[in-house]
């Protein structure tokens, strides 16, 4: 690229229009090769970044964000044709989450 540019600051110090077409034209197919190499590179990593994650710790991350955010996935990934996932477990914490919310809200209440 950069004797590309030399050459483009040559040709436009002498305004020779068949100089600088020669240039554009080699500035054009270089920027074409870039273009390939760069389009190539990221397919190559893209591939590379999808294959060396296991699939168990991406189940289990689904499994976590499923829990997380208390969304049924199970409808979803059998409408895409995916293996279904264990469902998450249900745990008992609402009542101990209700019995605190509780606890702070009588401790905010004023003495009466």
């Not at 600088?20 to 893209?46: H, P």
Request: no cysteine; net charge negative; proline share 4%.
């Amino acid at each position: 690229m950069t004797s590309v540019v030399k050459g483009m600051h040559k040709a436009m110090e002498t305004m020779n229009l068949e100089r600088i077409s020669l240039v554009m034209d080699k500035f054009e197919a270089q920027f074409s090769d870039l273009d390939v190499q760069t389009s190539y590179m990221e397919d190559a990593m893209g591939s590379t970044t999808a294959v060396s994650m296991p699939q168990d710790q991406v189940d289990s991350l689904m499994r976590q964000m499923v829990e997380e955010a208390n969304i049924e996935l199970q409808q979803d990934l059998a409408d895409k044709g995916v293996s279904s996932l264990a469902p998450p477990e249900r745990r008992a914490v609402i009542g101990v989450e209700d019995s605190t919310i509780a606890d702070r809200l009588r401790a905010l209440q004023p003495a009466t």
